[in-house]
């Protein structure tokens, strides 16, 4: 197969990271194509963990090549600070990641901008990361962005940034909080830009020139697909599609190019900051979930929400991307749980219902839970399917019966070899 596409299948945090990275060893090109410094995405090598923000997570294979696609908002200060310490550690991408001139840029305005917006909200917060993501994505949106390609042109540069620091400054201030310096900002930017310039270039070319020459292409998304703007849960979602079609227009590949889809789904469920959570588990068995799995945002540092696997959600989010096969992350986590939690339907007004809601309902749904019995035991020796457990075995069957898609790959820790493959 030459082009694979990864999606997420949850809110977020499945793991994409890791699946990425050790599926990578065969792959030509590696697309990172939508979202920006808000994901993060966790890569162990040995007894190193590196946390990629902008980075495709593919790009530790030293023989990979690797695209900012065009659907990424980028924070050119966050990936030179990436750049420089996966140098520090070995890892050196010059010539080998590439940047498309179609990509907007994030930079410190939207960020004070996002902190604005979501003070101004308060109750209502949506639970941002604040890293400037929406106000860029709403920039774009407004056709006021200034783009990747504009880091070739450093006097056009420096007259777009003040321009838009201005304009962003005149909002500030009708909201009451503190202004931006938009000379520094633009001072800041044109140093940035004297060392990414060079990875600036026409990537939607070079994707597809890729494929046609038969080269083994893996496009990355970020976030989940529980959090795209479209078919997550609005308006707790994150600004871009994270659904495969969001993937497509952000490296700018047309659908019949697809080969494989592969979902990324956890053994249970989290998510970080607002927004409905049908499965979430406020007792003891929620917190050793988030114990044992060091559920802790990446980006963030915030405590993840966490609770049982909603096959609901999952069904949806198969569906709705044309997933043909998942990746199942953190089994390990579930072991010394006395009782496997499954969800197979919400209670909505009075009945039951299998299908994901929109709107508010699904704030009102109501888990009903099939249960399956614990098990104990360390699973990061497990190397073969059989090894596993066999109520793991049993919960991944019922997943796949479903979901109707085949549970292909399952891992049993963050190293790379703790990977079992069917």
Same mark, same amino acid.
């Given at each position: 197969?030459?082009?694979?596409? #990864?999606?997420? #299948? ?65 924070? /050119? ?12 550690? @070995? ?53 006021? @962005? ?7 042109? *450093? ?16 909002? %500030? ?5 503190? #202004? ?25 070319? #070079? ?23 479209? %078919? ?21 590949? /047309? ?20 927004? /409905? ?19 802790? @945002? ?74 399956? /019995? @614990? ?12 090894? %596993? *457990? ?33």
């Amino acid at each position: 197969m030459t082009v694979t596409a #990864l999606i997420g #299948l949850q809110w977020g945090d499945e793991g994409k990271g890791k699946i990425v990275d050790a599926t990578s060893d065969a792959v030509d090109v590696v697309v990172r194509a939508q979202g920006g410094a808000n994901a993060g995405h966790t890569v162990k090598v040995g007894e190193t963990s590196r946390v990629l923000h902008l980075v495709p997570s593919g790009m530790l294979y030293p023989d990979t090549t690797g695209v900012i696609g065009n659907g990424v908002v980028l924070d /050119p200060a966050q990936l030179l600070t990436e750049l420089d310490a996966l140098a520090a550690s @070995g890892h050196d991408l010059e010539g080998r990641l590439w940047i498309s001139d179609r990509a907007h840029l994030v930079l410190p305005y939207h960020k004070r901008m996002d902190e604005a917006l979501e003070l101004l909200r308060g109750q209502s917060a949506l639970g941002t990361t604040k890293r400037g993501i929406g106000p860029a994505y709403m920039d774009k949106a407004g056709r006021t @962005g200034i783009r990747a390609g504009e880091l070739r042109d *450093p006097g056009l540069l420096r007259a777009r940034v003040c321009e838009e620091a201005a304009s962003k400054n005149r909002l %500030l201030a009708s909201l009451g909080t503190s #202004l931006v310096d938009g000379e520094a900002i633009a001072d800041e930017a044109v140093a940035c830009a004297a060392r990414l310039a060079p990875m600036v270039r026409d990537t939607v070319t #070079l994707v597809n020139d890729a494929i046609d020459a038969d080269q083994r292409v893996l496009i990355e998304g970020a976030q989940g697909a529980l959090l795209d703007l479209d %078919l997550g849960t609005y308006p707790f979602v994150t600004s871009s599609n994270c659904h495969l079609g969001g993937l497509l227009a952000g490296c700018g590949i /047309p659908p019949r190019a697809v080969d494989r889809v592969v979902g990324v789904a956890k053994a249970y469920c989290t998510r970080v900051g607002s927004g /409905p959570f049908p499965t979430e588990d406020h007792g003891e068995a929620g917190q050793e979930l988030r114990d044992k799995g060091h559920e802790y @945002g990446s980006t963030t540092g915030r405590p993840r929400r966490c609770g049982w696997l909603d096959l609901v959600a999952l069904r949806w989010a198969v569906r709705t991307n044309g997933v043909d096969e998942i990746s199942l992350t953190k089994a390990d986590v579930l072991s010394g749980q006395s009782v496997i939690r499954v969800c197979t339907g919400y209670r909505l007004n009075g009945e039951e219902t299998h299908t994901f809601p929109g709107g508010g309902d699904v704030e009102r749904a109501e888990p009903v839970y099939r249960d399956f /019995p @614990g098990f104990d035991g360390e699973l990061s020796e497990a190397r073969s399917y059989d090894d %596993l *457990p066999e109520t793991l075995r049993d919960v991944i069957a019922f997943t796949e019966d479903t979901c109707k898609a085949s549970v292909t790959l399952v891992s049993t820790g963050p190293e790379r070899a703790q990977t079992i493959r069917r």
